[in-house]
């Protein structure tokens, strides 16, 4: 069976500091994986996705970046954090079906700046 | 980014009664999907549609993929309070992108 997962659940650091995310899924293989953001009590932006190792599409400029190092992991990273990163950070993953492709949502990861 | 536009917004409904929620898009769409999410936990998918016309169910869950492919419906028939949350759709463009569309959420309370 599929699995996504993400951690930390959790994550309260500096304004300033660095950012490393992790989600990995387990089940499928090539899968398109995507990043995004939530604000409280808002929808969901997108922040980057990929459709290969090495491949990433960024939707929103700003002082975050994602990479791709294996099939099925997907990294969020930023240098030097700032407030207005804080929010809940959802990884999610297709698998590539032809026409009938269902997008996934791990856990998500609660971030918060001070 | 560009985003569905879904209704209502918010609704308060008493236990036992129906629900219906309800997207819309200006342009065509191949798949749509409805999500639910909790308090600080992942959307996790309700029901996928394929097919314009088509209408699936998932227990209580009913949704339909709009004949104009522009547009989907859920129906939650007689809700417990453990149907309170967001409920997402989503849709995939026709082609040329691997991005989905997201809605802005209903949020649903139920009174016991």
């Known amino acids: 069976s599929q699995t996504i997962h993400q951690w930390p659940a959790t994550l309260v650091q500096p304004v300033g500091s660095p950012l490393s995310l992790e989600c990995t899924v387990e089940?499928?293989?090539?899968?398109?994986l995507y990043w995004y953001r939530q604000a409280a009590g808002r929808g969901l932006q997108l922040l980057f996705y990929s459709v290969g190792i090495g491949q990433i599409s960024s939707e929103v400029p700003q002082n975050l970046s994602a990479s791709r190092p294996q099939d099925r992991q997907f990294i969020l990273s930023s240098k030097k954090l700032l407030l207005s990163d804080s929010g809940f950070y959802l990884c999610?993953?297709?698998?590539?079906?032809?026409?009938?492709?269902?997008?996934?949502f791990g856990p998500g990861t609660r971030l918060t700046v001070l | 980014g560009q985003q569905l536009n879904q209704s209502p917004q918010s609704m308060f409904i008493q236990e036992g009664e129906d629900v219906s929620m309800n997207c819309t898009s200006s342009?065509?769409?191949?798949?749509w999907l409805w999500y639910k999410q909790d308090p600080g936990e992942g959307p996790v998918l309700l029901i996928a549609l394929y097919k314009a016309g088509e209408l699936t169910s998932n227990g209580r869950l009913t949704a339909q993929f709009g004949i104009t492919r522009k547009d989907s419906f859920l129906n939650i028939s007689a809700s417990i309070p453990s149907d309170v949350g967001i409920y997402f759709c989503?849709?995939?463009?026709?082609?040329?992108?691997?991005?989905?569309?997201f809605g802005t959420g209903t949020r649903l309370k139920v009174l016991a």
């Open positions: 089940g499928t293989s090539n899968p398109n």
């Open positions: 989503a849709g995939h463009p026709t082609s040329g992108t691997y991005k989905y569309i």
């Open positions: 999610a993953y297709t698998t590539n079906r032809g026409s009938y492709n269902e997008q996934f």
């Open positions: 342009s065509i769409f191949n798949t």
